[in-house]
């Protein structure tokens, strides 16, 4: 996940799941949240990557049954292994640092 200012990836998840998704750009100090939105196709025996990911690398609620276990698939694509969907992200509360 890139900043939506200046565009870096050093992006970290500055929060805990049952709070909000408040994301903060390591470089400029822009702050934002992701969310994700379905688009209605969904994929059978979806495996969380190995290695997981960092508990503060960026990360989104899946929009259908808000598990945090959202990947992104070796084409780019979001998607939630705990119920299969394949999700857009998009970026809210944008602050600029």
């Known amino acids: ?11 970290f998840y500055s929060c805990t799941p049952n709070c909000c998704y408040n994301h ?22 979806v495996a969380p990557p190995d290695p997981l990911p960092e508990a503060a690398d960026p990360t989104a609620a899946c929009a259908k049954c808000d598990s945090i276990a959202v990947y992104l698939t070796e084409d780019n694509s979001l998607v939630c292994a705990d119920c299969g969907s394949i999700l857009d992200l998009e970026i809210t509360e944008v602050a600029p640092g």
Request: net charge negative.
């Open 1 to 11: 996940m890139a900043c939506p200012i200046c565009g870096s990836a050093d992006v």
């Open 24 to 45: 903060v750009c390591g470089d400029c100090g822009t702050t934002f949240e992701p969310l994700t939105k379905t688009r209605g196709v969904t994929l059978r025996d």
